[in-house]
């Protein structure tokens, strides 16, 4: 089956200084299609440039990203934009709510992007709000929920449109541990029933254990790509 | 577009106290503009009608000397119409004189005009009613600046063609009244039989006021302004006189526009992790542009709103009853006519006009800072790192 990410000798350079300074060295890496995986390594290893790159928020320096059989680097910003409304999913360390907008319109925004009519919108918002078990609070503003409730808001926004991939940077960085776990468990039941791909970001052990690929990063290079083998992890 | 309009409805509404004040000042900057114009217009409108009433009727066929702002020529300027008289001409006449109340002297105009003429609102029917040998018409102005009453008898003093002087009693008979005071200050009406006996100018006339039926065909040493090109001139009086106040209301433009600039570079720069998000949730950068510039124009447009729900019993009420103007203004001479009350002329084409205004500017003051959003690294962005 075609991997539904692949990343051909990306590396990544930044401006330092007078020099540059590389953040990501010649990775290659493949995903396939309802794969839950994470990226771990200590911070500054690069998790975040490569998902940022994945999600055709940033361009590689050389080399190329096929996501969805497109080629991050040669789309335009319509273009990228257009990936992201459709296929992908963000979640970030920080919710990145919109804090004027209800838990209601937080999730209805990517189908606004789409055009959904109202009924469509209304069905999906309620739907998602249910896989994350917020159906209860869709009028309540972000500045009022918990940190544990502002990222299933997240997760019921990234997921609402049903995409194909979900890229999580650091989704349970903020959440104590009972959080943490009821997240990850979330994403993971979505995953199962879905088939979304998830590809994550971490250091947190807590989501290590769900993951059936850990893709281990250090200063920029891929140092081991795991495949674990499955288990049952404990709760 | 429409996506755009309700984000931005939202986010306005959601900041609070900030968006409200920046509403605040431009509707109250809304309220001025409109209130200032109508009130141009309004006195505009007001001193054309008088204007047309009490001094310009359908237009003045004058001598080619008469300058009306210049007082050295005025004595010679007069002549006759080489061509047989219109009725839908009225002669005037203008001679220097002094006149003597109280036994001060004061230099003024006299003016010449037939009993029976209809154009005018001049009550000159009041010559043929008197039986005094110079019966005279005066303004208000000139009344209260002289203390003079309807019978009073004073001594006026002129010269004739031939530069000799000569004196006589005049007789006040009616004191008019009228906003235009060219034909006030200044000066007094008589017949202008007795003024071509008095001075030895028979048929003679320094200008001519045509009635509405009157057709101009060139006249040699005569030149014609018709009513249009006379009211032009007052209009250009008006709008310089007023230039110095637009001034104000375009600083109080300025001001506000300057508010909702700043509230947009400050919004940008702080809302760097919402425009991150914007765009991985998928809305490409332009998108973003488009949104925080109509949050921008979203001002002006709710400041339309707001000024117009709490003008419109404003502009009611000043319509309806006027502003009065102060004495000092309306009894002097100022060089244009001015009423006693101005009735500021509220049209909707005034109010769609300043509501164009408003919003443009308010639009294009939001979206030079928002277009620096489409050169945003939405990595960055999303760090808010954007410096
Ligand atoms: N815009 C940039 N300019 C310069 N250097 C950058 C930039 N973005 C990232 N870097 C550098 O690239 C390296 C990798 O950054 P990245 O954010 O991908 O790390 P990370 O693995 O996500 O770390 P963390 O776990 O702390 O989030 C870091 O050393 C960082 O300083
Ligand atoms: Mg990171």
Same mark, same amino acid.
């Given at each position: 089956?075609?991997?539904?990410? /692949? ?5 990544? !350079? ?5 020099? $540059?300074? %590389?953040? @990501?060295? *010649? +990775? ?87 055009? /959904? ?5 209304? !069905? ?5 709000? $249910?896989? %994350?078990? @917020?159906? *209860? +609070? ?98 | ?387």
């Amino acid at each position: 089956m075609e991997p539904i990410i /692949k990343i051909e000798n990306v590396t990544k !350079k930044f401006p330092e200084g007078e020099g $540059e300074f %590389v953040a @990501l060295k *010649n +990775i290659n890496l493949e995903f396939q299609e309802g794969e839950f995986s994470g990226i771990v390594g200590p911070s500054g290893s690069g998790k975040t440039t490569l998902l940022n790159i994945i999600g055709s928020l940033d361009q590689p320096s050389s080399g190329n990203a096929w996501v969805m059989d497109k080629n991050v680097a040669e789309l335009s910003h319509k273009e990228s934009a257009q990936l992201r409304n459709l296929h992908l999913g963000f979640i970030f360390q920080v919710y990145n709510l919109l804090p004027v907008y209800t838990v209601f319109e937080n999730v209805e925004f990517a189908l606004l992007l789409q055009n /959904k009519s109202k009924e469509e919108r209304r !069905k999906a918002v309620m739907q998602a709000l $249910e896989w %994350v078990g @917020l159906e *209860n +609070i869709p009028n309540k503003k972000p500045s009022k929920l918990s940190g544990g409730e502002g990222q299933r808001v997240a997760i019921a926004r990234a997921m609402v449109k049903e995409p194909k991939i979900v890229l999580a940077d650091e989704p349970t960085a903020n959440l104590d541990a009972t959080n943490a776990h009821a997240i990850i468990q979330t994403m993971k039941k979505l995953n199962e029933e879905l088939g979304t791909t998830f590809l994550f970001s971490t250091h947190d052990e807590k989501v290590m254990q769900y993951l059936n690929r850990i893709i281990h990063l250090k200063g920029g290079e891929v140092e081991k790509d795991e495949i674990i083998t499955a288990q049952n992890p404990k709760s | 577009m429409k996506l755009a309009f309700q984000l931005a409805y939202k986010n306005l509404v959601g900041a609070g106290l900030r968006s409200w004040l920046n509403v605040g000042i431009l509707a109250f900057t809304f309220i001025v503009i409109i209130f200032f114009n109508a009130y141009l217009d309004g006195w505009n409108l007001q001193a054309q009608r008088e204007s047309i009433k009490w001094e310009y009727g359908h237009g003045q066929l004058r001598h080619q000397d008469y300058d009306p702002l210049d007082p050295f020529s005025i004595n010679e300027a007069h002549g006759k119409l080489n061509t047989p008289l219109s009725e839908n001409l009225t002669a005037v006449l203008i001679q220097q004189a002094s006149l003597y109340p109280e036994g001060r002297m004061v230099s003024i105009l006299m003016k010449g005009i037939d009993s029976d003429q209809k154009i005018l609102e001049l009550p000159t029917e009041a010559f043929a009613k008197s039986d005094a040998n110079i019966p005279a018409l005066i303004g208000k102005r000139m009344a209260s600046s002289n203390k003079l009453e309807v019978g009073d008898q004073l001594l006026l003093r002129w010269r004739d063609k031939n530069g000799t002087f000569d004196a006589t009693e005049i007789t006040i008979i009616e004191i008019f009244e009228t906003d235009v005071t060219s034909v006030d200050a200044g000066q007094i009406w008589i017949p202008i039989e007795r003024l071509w006996n008095m001075t030895g100018l028979k048929g003679e006339a320094t200008y001519f006021i045509a009635s509405e039926k009157y057709s101009h065909s060139p006249v040699d040493k005569w030149y014609y302004k018709s009513q249009a090109e006379l009211l032009k001139q007052l209009q250009e009086i008006i709008e310089m006189k007023s230039a110095s106040s637009s001034i104000l209301y375009f600083l109080l433009l300025g001001i506000a526009l300057l508010a909702i600039f700043d509230t947009q570079v400050l919004s940008i720069f702080r809302r760097q992790k919402e425009i991150g998000t914007y765009i991985a949730l998928g809305m490409t950068r332009w998108q973003v542009v488009q949104l925080f510039t109509v949050e921008g124009s979203m001002y002006s447009i709710l400041a339309s709103i707001v000024g117009t729900i709490i003008g419109i019993p404003i502009f009611w009420y000043f319509s309806t009853y006027g502003i009065g103007m102060p004495d000092y203004v309306t009894q002097q001479d100022m060089g244009v006519t001015i009423a006693q009350r101005i009735y500021p002329a509220f049209t909707i084409g005034l109010i769609m006009g300043t509501i164009a205004l408003v919003v443009l500017s308010a639009t294009i003051v939001s979206f030079i800072p928002s277009r620096n959003i489409a050169k945003m690294d939405p990595v960055d962005a999303l760090k808010g790192k954007v410096q």
